[in-house]
């Protein structure tokens, strides 16, 4: 069976013939479940963490999405077309930051081109500096094929930030990584006063 959310070349009867099955009606009700759960923690937290993302976006933004939940158990999330993103994890059950962190992280899809670097910024704001704000940790889950970009940009994305010398030599400890900070600290003014779209626009215009 090929499986593929994105398609809209699904038969209708077979549709109507899934929801008449047993398993259709219980997985309905798990995603019914999850939805009024995710919602009512989306709700408690949706004002700080869209004061968080202005201040790390530097600028004003809306995003207009359809989010579509499932069961848990699924363990999917995924941006798909016309700003609608699909989202039900076993981990948010236990931990509701962590529907909160990649509920971010694929509502973002929606705001930036899709390319690896855009990928690796979506990381650094849900996965690295929301996941931090909302747990006070610098846990961080990410995708492996990334890693390589993400240490590419993490200098400029540091200044970006306007964190401090100390904060990088910590966080660069705990993360093992190594860079000589002093070769980029002329960087300092011209990154953290720029907004995230002129962020990426840099990064996509330096070798």
Not at 20 to 27: A, H, R, T, V
Not at 149 to 177: A, D
Request: one cysteine or more.
């Amino acid at each position: 069976m090929i499986k593929d959310i994105k398609s809209n070349e699904i038969n209708n009867n077979i549709i109507l013939e899934l929801q008449q099955q047993d398993f259709f009606k219980i997985s309905y009700e798990k995603a019914k479940k999850n939805l009024e759960r995710i919602q009512n923690n989306w709700e408690k937290n949706s004002d700080r963490i869209n004061l968080f993302l202005n201040k790390i976006f530097k600028k004003e933004f809306t995003l207009d999405l359809t989010c579509i939940i499932v069961p848990p158990s699924l363990n999917t999330g995924t941006s798909i077309e016309n700003n609608q993103i699909v989202w039900g994890h076993v981990n948010g059950v236990n931990d509701n930051n962590y529907d909160l962190v990649y509920l971010v992280h694929e509502s973002l899809h929606s705001y930036f081109e899709k390319n690896d670097l855009t990928h690796t910024i979506i990381e650094n704001i849900a996965d690295i500096e929301l996941a931090k704000f909302l747990n006070k940790t610098n846990s961080y889950e990410g995708h492996p094929d990334l890693k390589p970009m993400h240490i590419k940009i993490l200098p400029f994305w540091n200044l970006y930030l306007n964190k401090g010398k100390t904060e990088i030599e910590r966080e660069n400890k705990i993360n093992n990584i190594s860079y000589d900070i002093k070769d980029f600290e002329k960087y300092r003014i011209k990154m953290s006063s720029m907004n995230i779209d002129e962020f990426v626009e840099f990064l996509l215009n330096t070798k």
